[in-house]
C-alpha cells in the first residue's frame, strides 16, 4: 500500500487516503456483520441464545435498533439478513409467550429495520392521526423529483381536517368515495378511516412509480377480513379520453358507469390551472 504511494510521489497522501478509507469501510462492515448478527441471534433467541432471560433478549433488541436507526453499515446489514422478518416473528412468539415487553422492544427493532429499507428504497414513512383516533401510515418517496404523486402537499391535511367535521355530521357514514390524483393516498384513506364505506384511490398510470405506491398504502391501511375496501384504479381526470396503458399494467383503470357518492380531491391543480376543465369533467363524467 505505501509502497505503491512512495513510487508516485506527485500524490502519496491521495493514495493512502483511499486505501485506508477502502479499508476502515471493510472493518466496519465486518464488525457491523459480527454485531448484527449476535444481536439479532440474543434478540430472537436463536441457537445458543435460546436460554437467555426475556431482559437479555430486550437488551439485544434495543442495542440493534440503535445502531440500525443510525444508518450505514448496520442498517445495510440488517437488510442483508432480513432482520426485520425475524424480528416480527420473535415478536409475535413473545407476545404469545405473555412477555409484552419483549414483544414491544422487538417490534421497535423490527421497525427500525423496516425503516432502514424505505430509506434504502429513497422512501420514508410518516403517520398522520386522525380526530377519531385512528391514524393513516403512508409511505413517500423522500426524493420525488418531479414525480409529484410521491409525496403529501399542503392542502392534503386540510381537506382531511374538514373530512372530520363531516365526519360528524355523518356525510361519510357508510358512502361510497372517490378520490381524484390520489398521490399517496393521505385523503381517501382518511375518509375510508372516517367512515366511509368504499374508497376508490385514482392516479394517472403515467406518472412513475404513483400507482405502485398508492397500493401499497391501500394495504397498510386496510386489514383483511376487516369490512373496509380500498382498491386502486388508474385514471387521468385531467383528460377522460385519455387511453390508460399504464407502465404499471397491474393497476386497471376505473370502469365506465361507475358512480360514487362522494368525489374528493386535493393538490390536482397545483401545476396547471385547469379547474373549468376539471368543473366540466366531474359534471359530466360518466362515473
Known amino acids: 500500500m505505501f509502497a505503491r504511494a512512495a513510487r508516485r510521489p506527485a500524490q502519496p497522501l491521495r493514495a493512502a487516503a483511499m486505501d485506508w478509507a477502502d479499508e476502515g469501510d471493510l ?7 459480527e454485531r448484527v448478527g449476535d444481536w439479532l441471534a440474543e434478540a430472537c433467541g436463536a441457537g445458543a441464545a435460546a436460554r437467555l432471560p426475556p431482559s437479555a433478549r430486550l437488551s439485544a433488541a434495543r442495542a440493534l435498533a440503535t445502531e440500525v436507526s443510525r444508518g450505514g453499515a448496520y442498517a445495510a446489514e440488517a437488510l442483508a439478513v432480513c432482520a426485520e422478518a425475524a424480528l416480527s416473528a420473535a415478536a ?47 409511505r413517500e418517496a423522500s426524493c420525488a423529483g418531479d414525480v409529484l404523486g410521491l409525496r403529501v402537499w399542503d392542502s392534503g391535511p386540510r381537506l382531511v381536517a374538514h373530512l372530520a367535521q363531516q365526519q360528524q355530521l355523518g356525510e361519510l357514514l357508510g358512502a361510497s368515495v372517490l378520490e381524484l390524483g390520489a398521490g399517496v393516498g393521505l385523503v381517501g384513506l382518511s375518509a375510508l378511516l372516517l367512515g366511509a364505506g368504499s374508497v376508490t384511490l385514482t392516479d394517472t398510470a403515467q406518472a412513475p412509480g404513483v400507482l405502485q405506491l398508492l397500493t401499497h398504502n391501500a394495504a397498510l391501511n386496510t386489514q383483511p377480513g376487516s369490512g373496509t375496501l380500498a382498491r386502486v384504479a388508474a385514471l387521468d381526470w385531467a383528460d377522460r379520453n385519455a387511453a390508460q396503458q399504464p407502465s404499471d399494467v397491474t393497476t386497471p383503470p376505473l370502469e365506465p358507469g361507475e358512480t360514487f357518492d362522494i368525489i374528493l380531491a386535493s393538490d390536482v391543480l397545483c401545476v396547471h390551472p385547469p379547474a373549468p376543465r376539471m368543473r366540466a369533467h366531474i359534471s359530466d363524467a360518466p362515473f
Open 92 to 138: 409475535e412468539a413473545a407476545s404469545g409467550d405473555s412477555q409484552p415487553a419483549l414483544a414491544d422492544g422487538l417490534r421497535s427493532a423490527a421497525a427500525a429495520c423496516a425503516q432502514a429499507q424505505l430509506a434504502a428504497d429513497g422512501c420514508s414513512e410518516r403517520v398522520f392521526a386522525l380526530p377519531c383516533g385512528a391514524s393513516v401510515r403512508l
Open 27 to 33: 472493518f466496519e462492515s465486518l464488525v457491523a456483520s
